[in-house]
Each structure stands twice: as C-alpha cells, then as structure tokens.
C-alpha cells in the first residue's frame, strides 16, 4: 500500500474526530493578563460594536471609543460607564456584535500598558482577582501567537511553519486549564500570546494560507509540536525533557541554529554557592575529593541527562531551572571562586528550534520542509478537508 493511499485511508477513518475538533474550536478561550493579579481595569471599544452581558442580561451597549471599567467588590465584579455604576455582577461578558471587533485592555490595579485584543471578553472574580479571559476566534489567536512568538521580519515560510504547530499546540492542549473556566493562558507554559496581531502584515497572511493546517502522527493524532528558541545544533529526544519518549521527537543534528542569537550563553556564580547548592539539594558530599574534581569541571561535548555521574543521580535539566540556565547543554569549570556555565542553545531543546527554523526559511525551505526537518514522519493535515473526504 503506497503512502499516499495509506494516508487517504486513515484520513477518511479519522475524519469524525478530527472535523468535531474543528468544530469545537472555531472559538478558543485563553486566560490573559493572570500573572498581575489585577484588581480593576477598563476597556475602550477599538472598532465595532459591543454589548455588556451581565448575570444573563444585557446591561450596555458599547460603540467605538466608548469605555467600560471593571472593579473586583469581594466575590463580584463592579460595571460602571463614565456616566454611572451599572451594578455588580457575578458573571460578565463584553460581547462583540460582529466578527470584526477589536477593544483595548488597559490594567488600572496594577497599572500596566494597554493591550489590543479580537472578539469578546469574559471577567470574572476569583479569590484574590479579576480574571480575564479572551474567547477568541482561533486563527486570530493563532496569527498573535505567532507575532508574540516570532516578532517582525523573520520571512514568510518561517511564519507559515510556526502557525502550523502553534494552531496544532493549542488544539492538543485545549483541555490543560479547563478547570478555570479556560483553554490556554497567554504565558510560557502555553504559548505566549499578546493578543491581536498588528504589526506583522506577513504573519496574517502566513495564518490565512495555512488555515485549517496541523501535524498528526501515523495515526492522525494530533502530535505535541514542543519548540524552544535554539537547539544549540542539536536537538534532543522528549524523553530527555518530559516522562515519555515520541517518535516524532527524536534527537537530529541541527547545523542550521548554529548562527542563531541565542546559540551561545555563559553564566557564572560563585564557587561557594554551587557547591552547597550540591551539598544540601543533591545530598552530595562535596568535601570527598574525587566528587569535587567532577562537580568543578564537567565537560559534554554531546547532549546527555544527567551531571557528571549519573549515580549521583542529578538531571541536568533540575540545574537549569534551579539556577535559571538557558539550557541543559552546557560545560562547567571553575577557579578559586567562582564556577562558570558556557552552554549551547535556549529552551529545552525538543522539537523545532525557532532560530532553526528562521535560518531555513532564509536559505530557501519551504515550511513543509522545516517542519518535516524537526518531526519525524508526521503529516501535516487539513481539518477542512478530512470533512470534506468524509462527507464524499
């Protein structure tokens, strides 16, 4: 059987999960703004027309340039127009009345710089804030990530892959944070995203011509399309990072971040700290002069797991977030006082690597290519068209 007919087949088998996914997320809700714990905020209509739903009633109507300010009063949330207090509320929601809507969000508690979304907004009070939440379309959401992600002028092939497994991220996470009334927040841990995309033309035009478009494994499941800055030039299996081992994500040679930004990094600390650090969270005892010779000069000309011997039993990747290294690829050597990090790469070095990925849209690649580059034997599917096949 040819690949292509294998592919058709399981396409046609999985159709009816994967068109319920993308029915289910035309609209994505992510939680935004939660890492200021914000208190009070106001909202100015940017362009189109919006209502203020309240306890399932409409309170307001908002045209453009027309603010609305929200307020935490215990378990409630104050609404008021510049005008007069609408009332307190447990549940809210600034509603657009058409597909276009944009507003700004300004915090007021703690005060912080605007930010422009698409689409509706929900507020809530929690136990210590005001939470925010932006029910978005999900190719708007998509074309922020990538902007907040990427920034300017990285090239249009680039933009195309990193659409391409941002849209597949935050369909294969859209259960992670259920439990608080959303899909995805807007940090790190997720996917960062600043809202609306407005400064790269390039990038609305990436996520227009690859909409629809995921990554699936053999089995048209939708894969984990991890991606980290810079590889160091070498990328590295996801058993290194999280419990299990995925095909799609093995260890490849990675010439292509060499000249990246983020290719080379060095930290230093004082001796003193380091060796107590090892001394009272690895248990190791650092005044045996055989373990002190291996705990001040580490050498790992390839990526590995573990620090120095493995039966010390410490993860590399425990170092690198208790002392906020850029990555777990680094060589350690020391002096009387201090002891230095001289690593390769940034992130945890599984799956694409962004600056990869950008020199290769440069030297010519096209997106299917890089994203064939960093996962192996994957296939990169349109939601819309399995609908179509089945409905054939």
Same mark, same amino acid.
């Given at each position: ?221 939708? =894969? ?89 039993? =410490? ?78």
């Amino acid at each position: 059987m040819t690949t292509v007919v294998r592919t058709f087949l399981l396409l046609l088998f999985f159709a009816p999960i994967c068109r319920a996914q993308q029915a289910d997320f035309e609209e994505i809700k992510i939680g935004i703004l939660g890492e200021f714990e914000p208190t009070s905020a106001q909202v100015i209509i940017e362009f189109g027309h919006y209502a203020v739903w309240a306890d399932g009633k409409k309170i307001a109507a908002r045209d453009p340039r027309q603010r609305i300010t929200f307020v935490k009063r215990g378990s409630k949330t104050e609404v008021s127009l510049p005008e007069k207090v609408l009332g307190t509320f447990t549940n809210v929601e600034l509603v657009s009345t058409r597909s276009d809507g944009v507003f700004r969000l300004y915090l007021l508690k703690p005060l912080r710089r605007e930010r422009v979304y698409d689409d509706h907004l929900i507020i809530a009070s929690t136990a210590g804030s005001l939470q925010f939440i932006n029910r978005v379309n999900l190719e708007k959401y998509i074309a922020g990530v990538v902007e907040a992600e990427s920034g300017k002028e990285k090239g249009a092939e680039y933009y195309m892959a990193q659409a391409v497994i941002s849209r597949t991220y935050a369909l294969s996470n859209r259960r992670r944070y259920l439990k608080y009334g959303y899909n995805l927040n807007d940090r790190t841990d997720c996917q960062v995203y600043h809202g609306k995309a407005r400064w790269e033309p390039a990038i609305i035009e990436a996520v227009r011509s690859t909409e629809g478009l995921v990554l699936t494994d053999s089995e048209m499941n939708l =894969i984990t399309a991890a991606f980290h800055s810079n590889s160091g030039g070498h990328t590295v299996s996801s058993a290194a990072v999280w419990s299990g081992a995925l095909p799609y994500l093995s260890p490849r040679r990675d010439d292509f971040s060499l000249e990246g930004d983020h290719f080379a990094w060095d930290s230093a600390r004082s001796r003193e700290e380091w060796l107590t650090y090892l001394r009272r969270r690895h248990k190791l005892d650092t005044d045996n002069d055989s373990i002190r010779r291996q705990v001040l000069h580490f050498v790992q000309p390839l990526r590995t797991e573990w620090f120095a011997d493995p039966a010390f039993g =410490i993860e590399l990747r425990e170092i690198r977030k208790d002392f906020g290294l850029n990555s777990t690829w680094f060589d350690l050597t020391s002096d009387a006082d201090s002891v230095y990090f001289t690593g390769r790469g940034f992130g945890h070095g599984t799956g694409l690597s962004q600056e990869g990925a950008m020199r290769m849209a440069a030297l010519g690649f096209s997106y299917t290519d890089i994203l064939h580059f960093y996962y192996n034997d994957v296939h990169i599917i349109d939601l819309r068209s399995i609908g179509f096949f089945r409905e054939d």
